[in-house]
């Protein structure tokens, strides 16, 4: 029989600090489209000899709140150093970063994954976050190449898990975390197109009741979520070949090729490169002291996980509460409505299927919503307090999400508000049991669901008007008689 393998697997993920400028000189951070290569630049961040680095504040505030978010140890001292390699990205021909002493140390998150209606739950330890300089950007054409340093310089946090993640599902799982938890604290937009979030993969394999690690590749070149799944279920299949097989798994850096949907070798043996570490001499340690910490603490947004809790203690489903924290936007939405007087489940219902569904059709975010969380909770007020029908609010908000306007002023222009004269609906009532005696039959028999029936009947005739569950109770009583 063929050994059981488990995957062992850990994410490096650097994420593009949010700051104003640049790591270590004021040139702006974050590509203007409109500018072309090479005009965001200045003697520091291309490397000219002479010059001198000086540390952005803002963008050690946005590393330090990256860190808490991930629930890192925040290092009161951490320092820089330079790391060397030769590569025409790299105009200084060494890239500031922290290695030794990290500004942020151990933390941890929870992850969650698996079906809608089973969802599963894990906690990822990270090893460390630390903040360095981005190189630039070269592109190579077949008899040249480019190189374009207006990336060069810009602030990154590169944030290295734990080898905690033992499937593709769960790395995909990791991976949405960190993300939703870097734009929740605003230290990254993390657009993964603009480069603002990139990924690398470390994929083992070893068998099942094992503890030490087998012989580990480095995946790089993953554009999207699903390139990095992808990637992962392939190298876990190769490796499993290659270890039935009775051959060894060579440690090497592979390239994800979406297009053949294979890992391909890039250059093998990336621990032998030397990138002769040492201490930045131009930087003096970063130290943080305590009431800056504290400061910066103060300013912390309450975490996604905290809300999460506090919707499901409101009496949601673990997935509603999900949704509702997946962009702090959509909590504070979602909390805005309540506010404004609305029942919990009732609201969460509409966020997450009508309005979510609506903006997602249209590739908006909840803060282009067109309807304002106030009117939202007077529409659900309009249906809680029986003034109009749930499906009637349907129609109401469809106009809602057209035009902005209230829900009230709507439901008066479209004629919209249920019939609640009891003359009116006994009159409906009557007609309805006269015109379908099979069902007033069925309802004499025992068979209690007949009644829907009927009511559907008089939502007809009523076009829809008729208050139904005042209609269920008016039906039964006269079918009773
Ligand atoms: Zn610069």
């Known amino acids: 029989m063929a050994t059981q393998f488990e995957p062992v697997i850990g994410l490096e993920i650097h994420v593009q600090l949010a700051s104003k400028t640049k790591m270590f000189c004021t040139c702006p951070n974050g590509m203007d489209e409109s500018s072309g290569p090479n005009t965001e630049i ?3 961040c291309s490397g000219q000899p002479g010059t001198l ?3 952005n504040e803002g963008a050690v505030r946005l590393g330090v709140r990256a860190g808490l978010a991930l629930g890192c140890k925040t290092n009161e001292v951490s320092s820089f150093e330079r790391k060397h390699y030769f590569y025409p990205d790299l105009p200084k021909g ?4 922290q290695n030794a002493h990290p500004v942020n140390g151990r933390g941890e998150i929870e992850i969650t994954f698996g079906p809608k209606t089973n969802l599963q739950k894990k906690k990822i330890g990270i090893h460390h976050a630390h903040l360095e300089e981005d190189a630039a950007k070269s592109s190579h054409e077949a008899q040249y190449s480019l190189v374009d340093f207006n990336r060069a310089g810009c602030p990154l946090l590169e944030i ?3 080898p905690d993640m033992r499937s593709a599902d769960e790395a995909y799982a990791y991976l949405t975390e960190i993300k939703r938890l870097m734009k929740w604290v605003d230290a990254s937009n993390c657009d993964m197109e603009k480069g603002e979030l990139r990924v690398d993969v470390n994929v083992s394999l070893r068998p099942v009741g094992q503890e030490k690690f087998g012989t580990r590749t480095e995946i790089k070149n993953l554009n999207s979520f699903k390139a990095v799944r992808d990637a992962i279920n392939y190298e876990i299949a190769r490796q499993t070949e290659v270890l039935n097989k009775g051959e060894k798994v060579v440690q090497q850096t592979l390239l994800w090729d979406k297009e053949q949907n294979i890992t391909k070798p890039m250059r093998s043996k990336e621990d032998a490169l030397d990138y002769r570490y040492f201490p930045e001499p131009d930087l003096p ?3 943080l002291r305590k009431d800056r910490l504290e400061k910066i603490k103060a300013d912390m947004p309450e975490l996604p996980a905290a809300k999460e809790a506090k919707f499901v203690g409101l009496g949601l489903s673990a997935y509603d509460a999900g949704v509702l924290t997946i962009t702090r936007a959509v909590a504070e939405y979602f909390e805005a409505v309540l506010k404004a007087g609305a029942p919990a489940k009732a609201a969460a219902n509409w966020i997450t299927t009508d309005l ?4 997602h059709a249209e590739n908006k975010e909840i803060e282009d919503s067109p309807i304002a969380a106030e009117n939202l909770a007077e529409l659900i007020g309009l249906v809680e307090s029986g ?4 499906t009637q609010a349907k129609t109401v908000f469809e106009k809602m999400y057209q035009t902005g306007e209230k829900a009230a002023a709507l439901v008066e222009k479209l004629g919209l508000s249920q019939v609640s ?7 409906w009532a009557q007609e309805a049991i006269n015109e379908a005696p099979k069902a007033v039959a069925d309802f004499k028999k025992g068979n209690r669901a007949a009644v829907g029936a009927l009511v559907g009947a008089v939502m007809r005739k009523s076009k829809g008007k008729a208050n139904p569950k005042r209609m269920n109770e008016i039906l039964v009583e006269l079918l009773s008689k």
């Not at 979510?356 to 903006?359: H, K, Q, R, Y």
């Open 42 to 44: 200045c003697p520091r």
């Open 53 to 55: 680095p000086v540390m």
């Open 94 to 97: 060494y890239q500031i970063t």
């Open 160 to 162: 290295v898990s734990m």
């Open 285 to 287: 340690p970063l130290i």
């Open 356 to 359: 979510l569904g609506a903006l």
């Open 387 to 390: 003034k109009i029908s749930r």
């Open 421 to 427: 004269d009891e003359g009116q609906l006994f009159a």
